[in-house]
């Protein structure tokens, strides 16, 4: 059964790192499109970075220059490096994978509706 499990998550204190993983089970890394979004409580889901099929990557404004994504396709993996952590990152992080419809950029601004398959979400927490 395809599935994707994120780790990483945890809290950590402003300016610190943290490395998400998203293992993806059943899926071969290379044909999807691959993104990074997440929601914290009270607020609507945002897409924080996408990497596409190409490897081009794109970014939400927010964490442009603090965040990276990256793939390994022998691994199955997809990564989140977060550094200069504020307390507004706070928030469940989830992986997903979509088609390789659009772009990365595109897949951004297009949002989740470009994906179409979701992990569980892993928690970070950032404190002042």
């Known amino acids: 059964q395809a599935q994707l499990v994120e780790s990483g998550g945890g809290s950590v204190q402003a300016g610190g790192s943290l490395r998400l993983s998203c293992a993806a089970s059943?899926?071969?890394?290379?044909?999807?499109?691959w993104g990074w979004f997440r929601q914290a409580p009270g607020k609507e889901r945002e897409g924080v970075a996408v990497?596409?099929?190409?490897?081009?990557?794109s970014y939400a404004d927010s964490v442009k220059g603090r965040f990276t994504i990256s793939k390994d396709n022998a691994k199955n993996t997809l990564y989140l490096q977060m550094s200069s952590l504020k307390p507004e990152d706070s928030a469940m992080y989830y992986c997903?994978?979509?088609?390789?419809?659009?772009?990365?950029?595109?897949?951004?601004?297009?949002?989740?509706?470009?994906?179409?398959?979701w992990g569980q979400g892993t928690q970070v927490t950032v404190s002042s």
């Open positions: 997903a994978a979509g088609g390789r419809i659009f772009t990365a950029i595109q897949a951004l601004g297009v949002g989740g509706r470009a994906f179409s398959y």
């Open positions: 059943g899926y071969t890394v290379s044909n999807y499109n």
């Open positions: 990497i596409d099929g190409d490897g081009r990557t």
